[in-house]
């Protein structure tokens, strides 16, 4: 080490050591910069991954960018289509002096910023040749957008501004122009650092739109039917539920237009189902171009769809519906011609306040339109008669009250007190309650069957019964029945059911006694179902004539009777038995399938595997 032999040399090492203290603090500080860009980077990354709104992310970048690192003003500006024409918008700015500035001036002034598509300048050479470009000139650059501000509003804005220069940082979405991010800088200069930097946040904004983008496919595919890009059944529910909630509140009525496309089945039968997705979606088209922006357009499911009209009354409903009629009439398809619907119309506050009740009654307008020679509109009414769920009830009561089935009498007094609790209680209380006597008397000697079977049971055989045409009289009656037709088995010894073994010759005939049993023993004594029994005494009948008690086939099954056949059949086969496992719901559709023209009519057949694939 050299000895420090004079003033010269000590003067040397100290500017020496100066200089490397120097560097050292410039390099501690360039990291410090660098740690907190790479920290906001990571603020940013961890808002797209939270899957936040994107407004909320585009405000944390003008934040960000005016805050942790120093810029005086930040915004996203993005270049919208209206009507084939681009217009710049401000969809976030930083909160700071320059924007609370240039906002009380334009107040003061009576001015808007009304912001014009450039074709000249920084905001338009940066979007073209996609680079970041900075300019000291700032009346000149805001001009070349802003060309309705006057001159003494925009010096104004601009006096006694701390900006030096304004940075802009074009942004692409998709590899196609978005906008820009506008930056308001104290310096007249950029070094590469910065440079990089501001590069690495208009990459964040074009990642957070793409995810942006995703997540709103995520979410129109969760709400969205994909062959008519309508809305969903669960959406719809949703959406009724809350506009229940709605006029409630304000005292407002809606409307509710029910549709169902007529012959479809024909339709694919005839042209192939590619014909007859072209006629649901002519319904889908159809139904978009007469609706309101406030009206919810849905498909619920197969070819029935529903219109909620908020604010609208039954008068306004009848001539949305009959518009909707005649243009789907007027509709000239390919192949097919023209396709009709029958609709159904009914009004909250008008015909029920009860949810549940309107539902149904939108349902029983459709359904009587097209018993009534279909292609029409029927608005809803009331029937005078006595419901089914009074008839249902009534029932189990005298059957559970008399003890004619052998179950304990606490169950028995539990069971009536739930029934005769439902008097004055809303429909869907009513039904619920049934629903649930049903299945709990199931379980008394079916261990394996699960509460809520009895509601899918009835829910799928009325729609079946619906697509084959079956009268609203005797829909209600298979509603009693598919309620009340295996209470057979509640005579039966219950190890019967829980047996390992293959049933001997004796116990098959034993069980085959089951639907007789419920119809003589038990139902016939009672007067307001005598119309219910002949439907639970041939519902083991099979289509070849090989079932029983009668052996009757094909058309001389009563309809409702062959839909409770196939619908028992399929739910045994995915309830778990003593002697096998439950099958999966694909495996028991194969051998519903299987047994098609034998055991089960075809066309009924081919219908169910359509809905439970739907």
């Not at 047994?595 to 694939?613: A, R």
């Amino acid at each position: 080490m050299r000895m420090i032999r004079n003033k010269e040399d000590f003067l040397e090492v100290y500017e020496k050591n100066l200089k490397r203290e120097k560097d050292v603090a410039q390099r501690v500080q360039e990291i410090k910069v660098t740690n907190k860009r790479m920290l906001s980077l990571q603020h940013i990354l961890d808002m797209m991954n939270s899957s936040q709104p994107l407004s909320n992310v585009f405000q944390s970048i003008v934040s960000i960018l005016q805050e942790e690192l120093n810029y005086l003003s930040c915004a996203i500006v993005q270049a919208k289509e209206f009507d084939g024409e681009k217009v710049p918008e401000i969809i976030s700015q930083s909160n700071d002096s320059i924007n609370e500035k240039m906002h009380r001036v334009l107040k003061d002034s009576g001015e808007d910023l009304i912001l014009n598509y450039p074709n000249e300048g920084i905001f338009f050479d940066s979007l073209e040749k996609n680079k970041i470009l900075l300019s000291t000139d700032l009346r000149g650059s805001l001009r070349s957008m802003a060309l309705n501000l006057k001159e003494d509003v925009l010096r104004k804005m601009l006096k006694n501004a701390k900006s030096r220069a304004l940075i802009v940082i074009p942004l692409y979405t998709h590899e196609k122009p978005f906008g820009w991010l506008v930056v308001f800088s104290e310096r007249s200069y950029m070094d590469d650092n910065e440079t990089d930097f501001l590069k690495l946040f208009s990459q964040q904004i074009d990642l957070s739109i793409t995810i942006a983008d995703l997540f709103q496919v995520v979410k129109n595919q969760a709400v969205t039917d994909a062959l008519t890009g309508l809305y969903n059944r669960r959406y719809f529910n949703e959406f009724f539920e809350n506009e229940v909630l709605r006029a409630r509140r304000m005292n407002q009525k809606f409307t509710i237009i029910g549709l169902d496309l007529d012959h479809l089945k024909k339709i694919n039968d005839t042209y192939g189902h590619t014909f007859g997705d072209l006629a649901i979606s002519t319904v889908a088209k159809v139904l978009k171009a007469n609706a309101r922006s406030i009206d919810v357009a849905a498909r619920m499911g197969g070819e029935e769809f529903n219109i909620l009209l908020p604010g609208v009354d039954s008068q306004g409903g009848m001539i949305a519906a009959e518009r909707i009629r005649s243009a789907l009439e007027s509709e000239k398809l390919d192949t097919i011609g023209h396709v009709t619907a029958s609709i159904g119309v009914a009004t909250f506050f008008e015909h029920t306040d009860n949810p549940e009740d309107l539902i149904e009654l939108v349902d029983q307008a459709m359904y009587s339109a097209k018993q009534n020679g279909r292609n029409q509109v029927k608005l809803a009414k009331y029937s005078d008669n006595v419901s089914w769920q009074e008839i249902a009830i009534d029932t189990f009561v005298d059957i559970l009250s008399k003890h004619k089935v052998p179950v304990s009498k606490a169950l028995s007094d539990e069971l009536c007190k739930k029934l005769q609790d439902t008097d004055g209680r809303e429909r869907a209380f009513v039904k619920d309650t049934l629903y649930s006597v049903s299945d709990m008397l199931t379980q008394t000697y079916n261990p394996s069957h699960k509460m809520g079977i009895t509601k899918n049971k009835v829910e799928l055989a009325v729609k079946l019964a619906k697509l084959f045409d079956v009268s609203e009289q005797d829909i209600d009656k298979l509603k009693i029945a598919e309620i009340l037709y295996d209470i057979g088995n509640l005579m039966l010894p219950q190890e019967l059911f829980l047996k390992t073994e293959p049933l001997t010759d004796e116990e098959k005939e034993k069980i085959k006694e089951h639907p007789l049993i419920a119809a003589r023993e038990i139902l016939k004594p009672i007067s307001n179902i005598q119309d219910i029994i002949p439907i639970i005494e041939h519902h083991h009948e099979n289509w070849d004539g090989t079932g029983y008690p009668l052996k009757e086939s094909g058309t001389n099954i009563p309809m409702t009777s062959q839909i409770i056949l196939l619908l028992d059949s399929y739910f045994a086969l995915i309830e778990p038995r003593s002697y096998r496992k439950a099958m999966s719901k694909k495996d028991a559709l194969d051998i519903i399938e299987q047994e098609s023209g034998k055991k089960w009519n075809p066309e009924l057949v081919e219908t169910f595997i359509k809905i439970m694939k739907d």
